[in-house]
């Protein structure tokens, strides 16, 4: 199984882009899907996450009204929108997935939840 993200780039602030993590060698959905980045000389933080069963997105306070998180099951493929960007958005944006049940909603915060994580892809925002 591999999960193959895409989309980042350089973007002056306040403008958009929208990565991808597609899905390759599973056929069956996932329980959760997510968004994690990393900034140079910091730690890896959560973004956002969206269930399978009932598309819940859950967000990172700093992201909460600009990022979007979204999924097609059909292609077990989930997308981050990620408009009005500032230059502290910058960072390497990692996609993962979770194939165990999660009790409670405050585990899709947590990385120890995600059993596959893609290759990451940058984001440059630029001031």
């Known amino acids: 199984v591999q999960l193959q993200a895409c989309g980042g780039g350089l973007v002056q602030a306040g403008g958009s882009l929208r990565l991808s993590c597609a899905t390759s060698g599973r056929t069956f959905s996932w329980n959760a899907m997510a968004w994690f980045r990393q900034a140079p000389g910091k730690e890896r933080e959560f973004v956002a996450a969206?269930?399978?069963?009932?598309?819940?997105?859950y967000y990172q306070e700093f992201v909460r009204g600009r990022f979007t998180i979204s999924r097609d099951n059909a292609r077990n493929t989930v997308y981050l929108q990620m408009n009005s960007l500032n230059p502290e958005d910058t960072a390497v944006y990692y996609c993962?997935?979770?194939?165990?049940?999660?009790?409670?909603?405050?585990?899709?915060?947590?990385?120890?939840?995600?059993?596959?994580w893609g290759q990451g892809t940058q984001v440059t925002v630029s001031s």
């Open positions: 969206i269930t399978w069963s009932n598309s819940r997105m």
């Open positions: 993962a997935a979770a194939d165990q049940v999660v009790l409670f909603g405050v585990q899709y915060y947590s990385q120890r939840t995600y059993n596959y």
